[in-house]
Nanobody, 125 residues
Framework: QVQLVESGGGLVQAGGSLRLSCAAS????????MGWFRQAPGKGREFVAAISWSSNSTAYADSVKGRFTASRDNAKNTLYLQMNNLKPEDTAVYYCAARTPYVALATRLGDFLSWGQGTQVTVSS
């Protein structure tokens, strides 16, 4: 298992930007594909972005494509989500998640083994 801690959430006006971070414990971060998900009030948790363990591949939900960018720094055991041109509909709790080591990038909730506690992002209109 890997422990994950998100940070960087907050309140921002529409059109603004935020960068979320996800700090991972242990020595296996660099071998794990990672993902970002979000959950808005009254809704289910949905896929936002994913990145392979080598950073060679990424995937994005259509709703964030062109606005959000997932990246990682394996030397720092940290995953990032740069969010630009934020919209009120991006308001949600954002979670990072990790797959088991050395498996491919994935986009389904059930494909991820470990989850952080979440960080709140609120976008005002």
């Amino acid at each position: 298992q890997v422990q994950l801690v998100e940070s960087g959430g907050g309140l921002v006006q529409a059109g603004g930007s935020l960068r979320l971070s996800c700090a991972a414990s242990g020595r296996t971060f660099s071998s794990r594909a990672m993902g970002w998900f979000r959950q808005a009030p009254g809704k289910g948790r949905e896929f936002v972005a994913a990145i392979s363990w080598s950073s060679n591949s990424t995937a994005y939900a259509d709703s964030v494509k062109g606005r959000f960018t997932a990246s990682r720094d394996n030397a720092k055991n940290t995953l990032y989500l740069q969010m630009n041109n934020l919209k009120p509909e991006d308001t949600a709790v954002y979670y990072c998640a990790a797959r088991t080591p050395y498996v491919a990038l994935a986009t389904r909730l059930g494909d991820f083994l470990s989850w952080g506690q979440g960080t709140q992002v609120t976008v005002s209109s």
